[in-house]
């Protein structure tokens, strides 16, 4: 059993929201805000100073967090905006004092927070390699051994005797992404900023932090809100809400809770006008809360109701995509459909291996008779759902934009022969 590396208990973060100035309407109103404006503040701060009292400027970014990371372990954190990851990791990194609770790290710390961080603007790219490996308590020796390395995979050699405020944002993450990874420490931190470089970069340094947590047995924190690489890189992860752990397991049942949380699915259509034509539609994904894993059976669900027994109804069934295409044909019934029990009928459509891939769907019905002479109704947007592709694994990376659909191939050669099925 591997030794635990970081622990975390009852960890509190509380930030005093701005004294701010009073909007004056005339001149008079703001003389008075300015005379008065410095009782108002003694007064809010003495309130503020009260720890046990809540007040509507005091902000708990972090509240009674515990967590227990072990050497070798990759965490990752994920969360909506607001919700204290960056809190968390600046009081990790000792940016950040936290307001209570108690944190034991064993081991050094290399962070990648806000981009520039731990760069000092006047010293070159270079000076700045050996002042961090320096506050990492590593010999010159030792960064020596290492300088090449961290130049190299940064690809900013052609700048590296430029001071550092001469570089790009790009150029800034490049580098600090390859000195905290390559000096050494046994605890990374990483948060959002990887997502200002290029792709290739990004790809390339989630294969470094799998190679140093997997090789090198170094704990990794990492913050994104791409779950992509967040699936990636981590087999582990934590969900914050609010300031709260809200859950820590598995990364794929995580982000799974975690997109059910942030995306607002209208998965279910109920009609209140029930006096003719469709009342109720579902569209039962695979997670059942409107996400739906790629390749996994959909399946939709339609109630209707006439005033009176209803003969040869026909139905088409019509997917749409963000971008307001129309991606299949729409879904026809061939035979036609009786309903003649008072004219309340349900129907079920099953696709056994849809082939939509990543992104959000809406859904238009249409009803008429058989014959196509008489329209009923058109619905259209009557229910939504997004696929997500999560946990199939791609060295890739999966890209809305490149595609319509994803096809399972067989490929063959004279000695070779195999078959991605998706
Ligand atoms: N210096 C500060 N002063 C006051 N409030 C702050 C400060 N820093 C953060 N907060 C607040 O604390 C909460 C948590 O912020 P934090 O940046 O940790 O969230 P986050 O999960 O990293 O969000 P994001 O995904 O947007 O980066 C937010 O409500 C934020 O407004």
Same mark, same amino acid.
Request: with cysteine; glycine share 8%; aromatic share 10%.
């Given at each position: ?71 070798? @372990? ?43 961080? +731990? ?5 070159? +790219? ?22 090449? @390395? ?16 001469? #570089? ?12 905290? &990874? ?21 790809? $390339? ?50 982000? !799974? ?11 279910? #259509? ?9 009342? /109720? ?12 894993? /790629? ?9 209707? $109701? ?9 139905? &088409? ?25 008072? +004219? ?8 056994? #291996? ?6 959000? #769907? ?37 890209? !809305?934009?490149? &595609? ?12 070779? $022969? ?5």
């Amino acid at each position: 059993m591997s030794k635990t590396i970081i622990k975390v208990e009852n960890l509190s973060k509380r930030y005093r929201i701005g004294l701010q100035e009073k909007k004056a309407d005339t001149f008079a109103q703001q003389l008075w805000n300015n005379f008065k404006a410095p009782v108002e503040n003694f007064k809010r701060i003495k309130s503020l100073g009260k720890f046990q009292e809540e007040n509507e400027s005091v902000h708990w970014a972090l509240r009674d967090v515990s967590f227990e990371v072990k050497q070798g @372990e990759v965490l990752g954190i994920i969360g909506k905006n607001g919700a204290g990851k960056s809190t968390l990791l600046k009081i990790l990194s000792k940016i950040t004092e936290p307001t209570s609770g108690r944190i034991e790290m064993n081991g050094r710390v290399a962070a990648l927070l806000e981009v520039g961080t +731990g760069f000092h603007p006047e010293l070159t +790219g270079r000076e700045n390699i050996y002042m961090n490996g320096t506050i990492l308590g590593m010999t010159k020796k030792e960064i020596d051994h290492k300088l090449d @390395e961290i130049i190299d995979f940064s690809g900013v050699e052609k700048y590296i005797d430029t001071p550092v405020k001469f #570089y790009s944002s790009g150029m800034r993450v490049r580098l600090g992404f390859s000195v905290a &990874a390559h000096l050494e420490p046994e605890i990374l931190i990483i948060d959002e900023v990887l997502a200002v470089g290029d792709a290739e970069f990004q790809k $390339k340094c989630l294969g470094k932090m799998k190679d140093v947590s997997q090789n090198e047995g170094r704990t990794i924190l990492f913050v994104s809100h791409d779950m992509n690489a967040v699936y990636k890189l981590t087999s582990k992860s934590m969900l914050l809400d609010q300031g709260k752990i809200s859950a820590i397991g598995t990364t794929e049942d995580i982000i !799974r809770k975690y997109r059910t949380e942030v995306t607002q699915i209208q998965n279910q #259509y109920f009609n209140p006008d029930q006096s003719n034509g469709v009342t /109720f539609i579902e569209v039962i994904t695979s997670t059942g809360t409107g996400i739906h894993e /790629f390749g996994k059976p959909l399946k939709i669900n339609l109630k209707a $109701k006439f005033t009176s027994d209803f003969k040869n109804v026909a139905l &088409a069934f019509q997917f749409i995509d963000e971008f307001g295409h129309s991606v299949i044909n729409p879904l026809v019934t061939q035979d036609k459909i009786n309903w003649v029990n008072n +004219g309340i009928g349900e129907i079920k459509l099953i696709i056994p #291996y849809p082939r939509f891939i990543l992104g959000k #769907y809406s859904m238009t019905v249409h009803m008429g008779d058989k014959a196509g002479k008489q329209h009923i109704q058109t619905l259209e947007n009557a229910c939504s759902f997004e696929v997500a592709m999560d946990h199939l694994h791609s060295d890739y990376g999966w890209n !809305r934009s490149a &595609a319509f659909y994803l096809e399972s191939h067989i490929w063959e050669t004279e000695n070779l $022969k195999y078959e991605s099925v998706y």
